[in-house]
């Protein structure tokens, strides 16, 4: 008897935690549309790249923007792209994501390390101290499972196909979204690098298949909590987003 209960709850809690969950992820396939999968989040906007059912072929600074879908204080994004050549642009930094609504240098890039034949995950912090990962994780042509994590007491961490290759306490706001409505730029360089530098765009060419982004859910009650049923369901959703991006890749 004991067990039939406890299995209830469970089913209910996971149930009731996936359920509200939903609210909270929005999902890109991108396989010909800029649209919200579900159709209940924000659309995607393009500037400029080619949309196909394969997903956004991105130039250098023509990538892709995304307003209101998240909580710019704590959240997480998925992605699944790569860049064509990792040391395109003329210093080896090339923009993935734009915190400040363009207004600022700081951001993460994909940035070279020669005489390494890849690049390693920078968050960049225009001056201050930069946070580099530990390793080179992206390679010319070779999708890349990039999710990006801020917590609420601002943990921000930065993995690559599973593995974390930077992490740190981000007390200065260097990873908030501050621009309008939360805006996310992807792929395209802050408007005064552009202009100072028009020739030298900090950011490359390549595809991106899938963006996913989620802002933290309702907490689960403390007695719940306990129990360590979050980690399962945070866990599954997890595994859901890889499962989404793996099969996109294999349909390809």
């Known amino acids: 008897m004991k067990s039939n209960f406890f299995g209830a709850v469970v089913g209910f809690v996971l149930l009731a935690s996936a359920n509200s969950a939903v609210a909270d992820t929005f999902t ?13 989040g924000p659309s995607l906007v393009a500037y400029g790249g080619t949309l196909t059912p394969s997903g956004y072929y991105f130039g250098p600074n023509t990538g892709l923007s995304l307003s209101g879908a998240i909580n ?21 930094f090339q923009r993935i994501i734009d915190f400040k609504g363009r207004t600022s240098d700081s951001g993460v890039y994909s940035k070279t390390n020669p005489p390494a034949s890849g690049a390693e995950a920078i968050v960049y912090n225009a001056g201050s101290t ?14 890349a499972d990039v999710r990006l994590t801020r917590s609420a007491t601002g943990q921000f961490s930065v993995s690559v196909n ?13 990873t908030t979204f501050s621009g309008p409505s939360g805006i996310i730029n992807f792929f395209m360089d802050d408007l005064q690098s552009i202009m100072n530098n028009p020739n030298a765009p900090e950011a490359g060419s390549g595809l991106i298949n899938f963006i996913e982004v989620t802002s933290p859910a309702v907490a689960v009650p403390g007695p719940i909590a306990g129990a360590g049923l979050p980690g399962i369901v945070l866990a599954g959703g997890g595994l859901l987003a890889w499962w989404r991006r793996k099969r996109r890749t294999l349909s390809l």
């Open 162 to 174: 599973g593995a974390t290759t930077l992490s740190f306490l981000d007390s200065t706001l260097l």
């Open 28 to 40: 890109y396939s991108l396989n010909g549309t800029l649209a919200e999968d579900s159709g209940s």
């Open 130 to 143: 930069s946070f580099v990962g530990s390793s080179n994780v992206f390679s010319d042509g070779q999708f």
């Open 72 to 92: 710019p204080d704590a959240y997480s994004i998925d992605m699944h792209f790569y860049f064509d050549s990792v040391s395109a642009s003329s210093n080896g």
